[in-house]
């Protein structure tokens, strides 16, 4: 047990059943301890003096400040969230599952024992995704990283944690392989609206992100040279932080041709309330959900935090076999 004392001895005092050390840290704080025998006692009095001056004299290294990783999240929110693309991500991530699975243990005391218990628990009991877990994983011990880094480091070395494997093409990962597939899905579409089966049929024939479709204004389309310019996500810029050009399919052109007369604005996709979708917007998640649903599609986890695209990899060799998908179900309207 430790704790401030108001003077410093150098033996083990009597302390009612126990014994009691008194030393002076290598800040010139006042420190005490007690424990159970003289011997023990004496022995921790001898160690910690050995190691003060140690430190003083510049070959020991200071044991870290018992910082929790509470202390760690505060400063990662406050000085390192805000300098990054990723800053609303992170902050979700810290207040929904790192801070209240390690927010009052000190930071030295996050160890794999801790980190697997916390990745087999969101998993197995949460059902999130292996995928979502190991970016928890990732931003914990890029955190625990930097608090290495300090002046007066809070740790002094970050333990090796295990990620979930991944598989290149996850569970939850969802590829429309065949035209049969692209048709089911874009009937099932339909049924929710053509605001959906226009969103849906952008999305399968550019494989862009969901907040670059949200994000899309009419002025990004160019139907004469047939190119869509990729430049805006949710909040700002891509995830590349760069501007790409995506080829219009033959398919897709009189859709979105059609679709501009219907939808005039400036964007080019809107909720029912006239402005963009948000991240958490019903067409990402129970309309999407649904749509897989009524097209028979293998059942994804509702709260796994994939980015979803319709992107098929052979889309854009099948362009002429695609292009029969749209017509059918537009001729089946």
């Known amino acids: 047990m430790l704790g401030a004392s108001s003077t410093v001895v150098g033996k ?3 302390h009612r059943d126990k014994w009691r050390i008194r030393w002076l840290d290598e800040h010139g704080a ?11 006692a004496q022995t921790e009095l001898s160690r910690l003096h050995f190691e003060v001056e140690e430190i003083k004299r510049g070959v020991r290294n200071a044991p870290p400040p018992p910082k929790t990783f509470g202390d760690l999240c505060d400063y990662w929110v406050e000085k ?3 300098r990054k693309r990723s800053q609303k991500d992170d902050e979700s991530i810290i207040r929904k599952h790192l801070r209240p699975a390690f927010g009052v243990m000190k930071v030295r005391d996050v160890g794999v024992e801790e980190v697997d218990s916390y990745v ?3 998993i197995d009991v949460d059902e999130l995704s292996e995928k979502t877990v190991s970016n928890h994983v990732t931003l914990l011990a890029t955190m625990l990283r930097l608090a290495m880094t300090f002046k007066v480091p809070w740790l002094t070395m970050v333990p ?6 991944v598989a290149a093409f996850s569970r939850d990962f969802q590829w429309l392989r065949s035209d049969d597939e692209v048709r089911r899905f874009l009937v099932a579409a339909r049924d929710e609206g053509e605001n959906v089966f226009a969103f849906y049929a952008v999305a399968i024939y550019t ?10 204004e009419w002025p990004d389309i160019d139907m004469e040279r047939r190119l869509i310019a990729v430049q805006r996500s949710f909040d700002g810029p891509t995830k590349s932080d760069r501007v790409r ?18 939808h005039p604005g400036r964007l080019v996709f809107t909720n029912v309330a006239g402005t963009m979708y948000g991240p958490s917007a019903r067409i990402f998640q129970e309309v999407l959900h649904r749509v897989l649903e009524a097209g028979e599609f ?9 980015d979803w695209y319709f992107r098929d990899a052979g889309l854009g060799a099948r362009e002429t076999a695609a292009a029969g998908a749209v017509s059918r179900v537009n001729g089946a309207a």
């Open 12 to 14: 083990p005092a009597k």
């Open 298 to 306: 293998p059942k994804v986890r509702r709260n796994s935090k994939e």
């Open 80 to 82: 390192r969230a805000p």
């Open 120 to 122: 087999n628990e969101k």
């Open 160 to 165: 090796k944690f295990r990620k979930p494997k």
């Open 245 to 262: 050009y995506v080829p219009i399919l033959d398919p897709l052109l009189p859709l979105l041709r059609e679709w501009h007369l219907r």
């Open 30 to 40: 006042r420190q005490s301890a007690v424990f159970d025998d003289y011997r023990r």
């Open 207 to 216: 494989g862009m992100r969901a907040g670059e479709l949200a994000a899309l």
